[in-house]
């Protein structure tokens, strides 16, 4: 008796050690950095973000013993709040926009690929063969020492710009047009190779998509025949570094390349096609800072697509792009994510009240501008006001506030900045930073 109450002790310590290991953590990016680079293992940077109220065990799949185990065995770990100030600076250095995300860097520094969602056991197994497989590649950062030296091959080129995809750097725009220099026409025959240039995000103006465009068929094949997800891929990374580029040259010219192909990515949607055209356009006076011309398209731009629509038409029209959103997401789901598949914090980039959420934009970009025109302020402030009968958050509040305290109605900015403040604390949203908003708005001090 007294043996077995010994065995079954010492399983019981076994098994709850083995359950109570957890994943090691650095303490600081910069020392996960160096134990990296020192070991000679991958760094997986891991920026969380707080639970749904709906979910109570958000990451469980990084408490499973095989996946700590993988994990710790595998790379170097540090782990990081989206809320933390700390985590700006790796968002924006890895281009980081959805989470919970998982950053796979090599030990040179050179990125390898990023995943993001609250995935199960299987996908972290799985995602950490694939950072296992890719720390025995070239680095990236050996890649991009060979790029810059400019002596490389049409072969080099093809494997830079497939690794970068594939580490989700969406900007190749300069490496493409470099690659199709060295192309034939016969090359252009090639469905494969269509797909490739598409794929790499090549300027809407540039050589690159003139000579993939030589081969209307393959382009039409493309897409029709590839899912969603690439079509809108290929789309979206054209408009992104066509208009990237235009905003960094100042170039006009390419601007309205970058919008004119946004407009015709809606196809027969004319209407759609239009206010895609001008809202690009915005953006790119607003980057360049070119206010005069901003203030003057924005007047125009707001006021013929948000505010000739009745409130219920545009509650009608938010609620058939959320099911055509949520319909696109659905159908993605259904055909890349399998059995045991990751709980996404954002299943599809769609806003609730997408016509609020833009025309309260809108109306803080004028005041953004700086501009002291009561005119234009005026009509950004009925965009405010029309924002709020939509849809009454707190941030629509503090932009009303804003407009007011600029055309010198303090008292009633003052009012309605406290608005903001109490629907910030019951949205659980900044209300510090609405709180110091209005003192400054108080003290005339905004």
Known sequence: MKKFTLLLSALLFCCGNVWSQKIKYEKSFEEARINSREKNKPLLIIITIDPPAYVTDFMSGLKDPEVVKKFNESFITYSINRSDSASLKIIRQYNVNSFPSYIFIDSKAGLMFKEWGALP????????????AASKERSMTDLDLQ?????????????????????????????????????????????GQVLFIMKSGPLADGRAYKLASTNRKIVDSIYKHELFDVRKMINDRIIENTMTSAIAYKSQQRAIAAASFARTSWGRDFMQGHKTYGSKMLQYYMAIKDTTNYLQQASVFYEQHYMHISADSIRKMDKLSLEKAKSNANEQAAL????????????????????????????????????????????????SKRSIELKPLAAYYDTLSHLLYRLGFYSEAEGTQQKAVELAKAENANV??????????????L
């Open 121 to 132: 056991p299987p996908r972290l197994l799985s995602m950490a063969d694939r950072a296992i």
């Open 147 to 191: 790029y810059r030296s400019g002596i490389y091959t049409k072969q080099f080129l093809k494997e830079y710009i497939t690794r970068r995809m594939n580490a989700g750097i969406t900007n190749n725009s300069y490496m493409i047009e470099k690659y199709v220099d060295s192309l034939g026409i016969a090359d252009l025959d090639n469905y």
């Open 336 to 383: 890349n994510i399998p059995p045991g598949g990751a709980i996404r914090s954002v299943s599809f980039r769609y806003a609730e009240s997408n016509f609020a959420t833009e025309l309260n934009n809108g109306a803080y970009s004028v005041y953004q501008t700086g501009t002291r025109n009561n005119s234009y302020l005026t009509k950004a402030l009925v965009w």
């Open 432 to 445: 510090k930073r609405m709180q110091d908003e209005l003192i400054k708005i108080k003290n005339r001090a």
